[in-house]
């Protein structure tokens, strides 16, 4: 797709003055996103002017994936999409779409269709073909990056097959390896111009080892040489300062995907610490405070670092609106903006990482196909 200019890019004006998160990352060629709500646009006046100020890309953090468009099998329901796309033309963004094939927020028909056995391997097949078409062809010229594939390699407490992926994930257990080079060759024939990635979390080193890494990177390889059209990998970027991060290894990761001729993205960005409720989500430790941001600069320079990295995306704009509650409990303050809508000491450490690189690397997401 056509991505607009430098100026609509960097946010409107053209200000150089303009500090926002999307008018930094322009100086480097890079897109700054944020996961989106797409309810709320509109309806939301605090959380639709940051979105509309702030971020240079926007995937939409449910809208897209099928249990959303297609509730009831054949009939679509591309609202809340649809308005995503509108309100980023409207406003110089670029959109990421996801995702296409995932084993999570599937439609219940689907699911039960294939539990009862109503749904056979094939049929089931067949209607992946239709919807991965079907929803690429709705969006066509629309969509920068589409989240293709979605989380189907195993982590360390799950069990690999020989190859890496998840013996146990839905469609590699229903339709085998195979499906995850013919899904991308079915995206790239409804739009050619999109970005077609490979997304997931942990698959840079993030546990503390790379068997995670080496089994993406080993598959993706081979895809490369099959000729399957993959154009990049999605690091998810879901940090917890409990654990610690190795931003080396991070980098190196990134790199080396990035070596194999592939552009990586950063595409959901967030660093959870314990917090004292889920309301007012302060961290309770202090030294919290100083490893949240800490961490969150990590990753966004690791993207920096590798010219390959074309966008860095946060998952979601505030602490009172993210997934992170209701997964970990206890934990929380992930986001750039707190439960309030104020921006948080991350904001200020990730706008001064984004001035120091200001010219330092071209990031080729400003302008051009894919
Ligand atoms: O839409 C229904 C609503 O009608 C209902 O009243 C409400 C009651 O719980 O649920 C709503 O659905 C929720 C949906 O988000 C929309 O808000 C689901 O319960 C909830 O489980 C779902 O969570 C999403 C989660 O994916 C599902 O796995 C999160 O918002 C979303 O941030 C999260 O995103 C994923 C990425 O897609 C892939 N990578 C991991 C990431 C975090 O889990």
């Known amino acids: 797709m056509l991505v607009p200019a430098a100026v609509a890019f960097a946010n409107g004006n053209g200000n150089s003055a303009d500090t926002s998160l999307r008018a930094l990352a322009a100086k480097q060629g890079l897109r700054f996103g944020t996961a989106v709500d797409a309810s709320q646009l509109g309806t939301n006046k605090a959380y639709t002017d940051i979105v509309a100020d702030q971020f240079s890309v926007v995937t939409a953090e449910n809208a897209m994936k099928w249990e959303s468009v297609e509730p009831t099998q054949g009939v679509y329901n591309w609202k809340d999409a649809d308005a995503?796309?509108?309100?980023?033309?409207?406003?110089?963004?670029v959109v990421r779409g996801h995702t296409l094939m995932w084993h999570n927020q599937l439609p219940s028909w689907l699911t039960t269709g294939v539990g009862n056995g109503t749904i056979s391997n094939a049929q089931l097949r067949d209607i992946l073909h239709k919807h991965v078409t079907d929803e690429v062809t709705h969006f066509k010229g629309k969509i920068w990056q589409w989240d293709v594939i979605n989380e189907v390699f195993a982590n360390s407490w799950e069990t690999p097959q020989a190859d890496g992926l998840n013996a146990n994930d839905f469609w590699v257990q229903h339709l085998g390896s195979g499906i995850i080079g013919d899904v991308f060759r079915w995206a790239h024939k409804a739009d050619p111009k999109a970005v077609l990635m490979y997304n997931d979390y942990n698959?840079?080193?993030e546990d503390g080892t790379n068997v995670k890494f080496q089994a993406v990177y080993n598959f993706v390889k081979d895809l490369r040489k099959q000729g399957v059209p993959i154009d990049g990998i999605g690091e998810q970027g879901h940090l917890d300062t409990q654990y610690g991060f190795d931003a080396q290894r991070y980098q190196a990761d990134l790199q080396a995907y990035a070596d194999l001729g592939l552009k990586v993205a950063i595409t959901e960005a967030?660093?959870?610490?314990?917090?004292?409720?889920?309301?007012?989500?302060v961290p309770t430790s202090s030294l919290a405070q100083f490893a949240q941001p800490f961490e969150f600069?990590?990753?966004?320079?690791?993207?920096?670092?590798v010219s390959q990295c074309i966008s860095f995306t946060a998952w979601g704009v505030h602490d009172g609106d993210s997934w992170i509650p209701g997964t970990f409990q206890g934990e929380g303050y992930?986001?750039?903006y707190?439960?309030?809508?104020?921006?948080?000491?991350?904001?200020?450490?990730?706008?001064?990482?984004?001035?120091?690189a200001a010219g330092t690397a071209h990031h080729g997401a400003l302008g051009g196909d894919k």
């Open 338 to 356: 707190d439960v309030n809508m104020q921006p948080k000491t991350v904001y200020s450490t990730l706008q001064q990482d984004l001035e120091l």
């Open 297 to 305: 600069s990590e990753l966004l320079k690791g993207c920096e670092l």
């Open 334 to 336: 992930g986001l750039l």
């Open 84 to 93: 995503l796309v509108k309100f980023a033309e409207q406003h110089g963004q």
């Open 270 to 281: 967030d660093v959870r610490t314990f917090v004292n409720n889920s309301t007012e989500q």
């Open 203 to 205: 698959i840079t080193g």
